[in-house]
């Protein structure tokens, strides 16, 4: 599973809370939601996740809560495979001038159905594991030039994903290109691509990011049929509201 490939950076949620509350023109926001969609050849991933600042606020430096749930449909030669994934994390978030960075541990769930069924395939059937998950990230409305550097690993079938973007910000608006390398015992791939992210502010409405994300995928030995897709071109959307 590419578990948290696709998840926003969380390291935003310190950027000061907008005015999203007229009668409280600061509010202490306690956490981050977010969902979106990936595809790419042969595959689609769909996700949502949340993590919560454990003091009740997401500006401070502390101890965050993470739950993430995921769902891929992937094609198979022959028949498709349906992969759900989900994990449960405790880490710890810290914010110094205009770069926040978080870490954290957990377990992960991984549950993969084939048809047809295939005894010999990987991945297939259900693993449990540990899992790691770090990331360093620029406030995108304190710095002209924003950063992100993600990265994570499990050991239920041995999946990772890095990613990394650099950017330019230019007021409400945040855009660049990225690079990423991901697999399983199933894969190896790489994306390069461009990425851009814009603020939605909408009265009574929490603050809102929209990132949208597209390029080329690379797989080793130009394969298709794996969880993480074919070799060609992908793009996703994702959504991140703050509460």
Known sequence: ?????????????????????????????????????????????????ATVALDGDLSRNGFHVRLYGSLVDYDRDPGNGRGYQSDLMLGYRVSHGRVDAGLYIGVDYQNYRLDPDDPTEE?????????????????????????????????????????ARVGANLRDFTFGPEGAVLGDVSFVSQRVGAFAIFDVKMPQIAPLDVTLHAGYQFVAGGGDGTVGGGEGAYGGVVLRLLF
């Open 1 to 49: 599973m590419l578990s948290a490939a696709f998840a926003p950076q969380l390291g935003q949620a310190q950027e000061t809370p907008s005015a999203w509350n007229p009668d409280d023109p600061t509010p202490t926001l306690r956490g981050v939601w977010y969902t979106g969609y990936d595809t790419d050849k042969g595959s689609h991933y769909v996700f949502s996740g």
């Open 123 to 163: 991945p297939r059937g259900t693993e449990w594991g540990f899992k790691v998950v770090a990331d360093v990230e620029t406030q995108r409305e304190n710095s002209p030039i924003y950063y992100a550097l993600d990265g994570e690993y499990s050991t239920a079938f041995r999946t990772y994903w890095a990613r």
